[in-house]
């Protein structure tokens, strides 16, 4: 079987699962699991065998005309090179291990036959997007994995939470989508070609005539997608869906798209300077006010929400600065610790009966509950936090080396501003990274209190893919010597000076965090001391099925702010904004939400009270008429002939009128 082929049967193969689950799910249970399972593991072995055969190589490419326009053409092409068959890898084994882990965490959820029909379609999607040569066919990948996003967020969609957030995200994604169209038309048209090979040869021949505009109206749809400034706000609340989908938004599908799109197309971008500039300042305010904002959130999914968009904002600065193989190498990385990441924040959930980091600070003995995702996690916190040996630290030294060649002059393909934009932001939330990620280990996993609920063991399903992940987590990086043929052949080790910088501000975050956590816990120790011993924390059902613990936990209140808790004290006046995401909602709901409903609400009065005026008028007019003709037709003959007498007379008169000249 040729590689083409293979690589045509990698989206195909999930589509063909999601459309016979589907049709499947109600007369025959019993093949959901497996239509589920089954054909995303397949897609994920061709996936590997396309990436051994491309090799690293040269890019592998096939076409055939989709339809014929009239003008630019539209093909259904491929184009394989080193990014893009890793990247269907990194999809192909976070999709199965998200499979996987959803038959025992939804197991008895009437609606799982749906949703596993909707993640392998999502899966399939992300595939198309990361194997397509032509940006029509990419951008319907790019278009169903929003369809399918609002569903899997409102899978719970019996809670409020869940409607807003998947209608949220639905809404500010496709805010983005409507220039990154536009953006499309006018690439093809300075190019003559949907086809990336045809756009990148336009490219080199100087054949863009506007290439500011174009990538600045993609970057609009890029920022919706990848959630950066100011298009972000989406993503934290799109925790309300089940977090295996969490997981796969977060790490390979979804967000991962917008990044990867750039990578694929970031000689277009090195075209405009001020493109890439804006890039990194998009970058730089993402990184910095997300790391923030996760050092201040009591939810523990939060927390890894806004971690996500930080370190998408790392994959950006490094496309800013023109070096794709580190953002990419990032996001290889950081698909496999972040998918790790929601997944035992999932078992955590459940363990606890709470998403509540504040009531989890509140158990003891969660740890011991629960050895597998405790200790898996906190390789996942190790490689986030960007400690060596762990992937994160290798792929996060990338970007920074990328920065610091651009800042210092020893690159040309961005300017030095950007590099040094992108460097300091990036030494900055490095720091804070270390900080939030020791604080979400310590409240989690070494609260003092009640007893932690037993569940008893977590299903296999749940434990295993967490071992799974925990090893390219661990190792990953340690492969970057030997993957330079599929980064454009760039080198990714980190360099000395930023390794000791990035190392050490991430251990100085870490270890001033930990200091601050038992200064405030032996103070919160102190004050209650004598006093009455507080109540537990409200938890869900103990002996629920995990998606129906998350689900009672989403709805569920918080407990008080715990003053144990190291974040207040690091981030002083700030905590509160910083909680709330800098109040960026309460400021799109006064600028755009208000003024929107508002105008809608004067169209609403306008139609009603005067277009509807004068429907009502016209009828009412017509409709008095008609009852004073009706009036006339009383079916009396004499009446009848009296009122043409009458009528012939007044006629007489006024002809004799008019001819006397009165």
């Known amino acids: 079987m040729t590689t083409t082929t293979l690589a045509v049967l990698v989206p195909l193969l999930p589509f063909l699962g999601a459309a016979a689950g589907l049709l499947l799910g109600r007369t025959a249970p019993g093949f959901v699991r497996p239509l589920a399972v089954l054909p995303t593991l397949t897609a994920t072995v061709l996936a590997v065998l396309v990436a051994v055969r491309q090799g690293g190589g040269r890019p592998i490419t096939a076409s055939t005309e989709l339809t014929p326009t009239g003008s630019v053409p539209i093909d259904l092409a491929l184009y394989l090179d080193g990014f893009a068959v890793l990247v269907a890898v990194l999809v192909g084994v976070v999709a199965s291990c998200v499979q996987i882990y959803s038959t025992a965490y939804l197991r008895d959820d009437p609606r799982y036959p749906s949703y596993a029909a909707l993640v392998s379609l999502f899966t399939s999607a992300m595939l198309l997007v990361v194997y397509s040569g032509d940006l029509m066919v990419l951008l319907v990948g790019w278009e169903i994995m929003g369809i399918c996003s609002y569903f899997l967020v409102g899978h719970y969609w019996e809670t409020p939470e869940a409607r807003a957030a998947s209608l949220k995200a639905f809404l500010v994604t496709k805010l983005g989508d409507v220039p990154f169209l536009f953006g499309l038309f006018a690439l093809a048209l300075d190019a003559g070609t949907f086809r990336i090979t045809g756009i990148l040869g336009a490219v080199a021949a100087g054949g863009i005539e506007h290439p500011t505009l174009v990538a600045l109206l993609l970057l609009a749809g890029v920022a919706g997608k990848s959630a950066q400034f100011p298009l972000h706000t989406w993503l934290p609340d799109a925790m309300a869906g089940p977090t295996p989908v969490s997981a796969l938004i977060h790490a390979a599908t979804m967000v991962a798209a917008g990044v990867y799109f750039i990578a694929r197309l970031l000689p277009v971008f090195a075209e405009s300077a001020a493109a890439l500039v804006v890039l990194a300042v998009m970058a730089a305010v993402t990184m910095v006010g997300s790391a923030l904002a996760a050092l201040a959130q009591d939810d523990i999914k939060r927390v890894l929400a806004y971690s996500t968009i930080g370190q998408l904002g790392y994959m950006s600065g490094a496309l800013a600065v023109g070096d794709r193989g580190a953002a990419v190498f ?30 989890m600070s509140r158990m003891s003995g969660l740890a011991r509950r ?126 000395l000076t930023t390794a000791v910088l990035g190392t050490g501000v991430a251990l100085v975050g870490g270890l001033v965090t930990y200091g601050t956590w038992r200064h405030t816990t032996a103070l919160a120790a102190r004050a209650r001391a004598g006093a009455p011993a507080a109540a537990p924390p409200h938890v869900a059902h103990p002996d629920a099925e995990p998606g129906l613990v998350e689900a009672e936990a989403l709805h569920m209140p918080h407990p008080a702010s715990d003053p144990g808790d190291p974040g207040r004290l690091l981030l002083g006046p700030l905590h509160r904004p910083a909680a709330d995401g800098f109040h960026l909602d309460a400021v799109y709901r006064t600028v755009f939400v208000r003024p929107a409903q508002a105008g809608a609400e004067l169209v609403r009065f306008l139609d009603r009270e005067v277009v509807e005026t004068y429907v009502r008028g016209a009828g009412t007019g017509t409709n008095w008429l008609g009852r004073l003709v009706r009036s006339a037709q009383t079916g009396n003959v004499q009446t009848y002939l009296s009122a043409l007498l009458a009528g012939s007379v007044v006629l007489a008169i006024a002809a004799v009128l008019v001819a006397a000249g009165v």
């Open 330 to 359: 990032h996001l290889l990385a950081h698909g496999a610790f972040k998918a790790l990441l929601f997944l035992a924040a999932g078992v955590v959930i459940h363990a606890a009966g709470t998403n509540s980091l504040t009531a």
């Open 370 to 495: 629960i050895p597998d995702a405790y200790w898996t996690m906190t390789v996942a916190l190790l490689a986030l936090a960007a400690i060596p040996p762990f992937a994160g630290f290798f792929s996060k030294e990338a970007v920074l080396v990328a920065a610091e060649h651009t800042a210092l002059g020893e690159s040309d393909l961005a300017p030095a501003g950007a590099g040094w934009t992108v460097l300091v932001a990036g030494l900055l939330t490095a720091l804070l990274t270390a900080a939030y990620a020791t604080r979400l280990w310590l409240l989690a996993f070494r609260g003092q209190g009640t007893e932690a609920p037993d569940h008893g063991r977590q299903p296999l399903a749940m434990t295993a893919v967490l071992w799974v992940l925990a090893v390219p987590s661990l190792g990953f990086g340690l492969t970057a010597a030997y993957l330079d043929d599929w980064f454009d052949g760039r080198a990714l080790s980190p360099t």
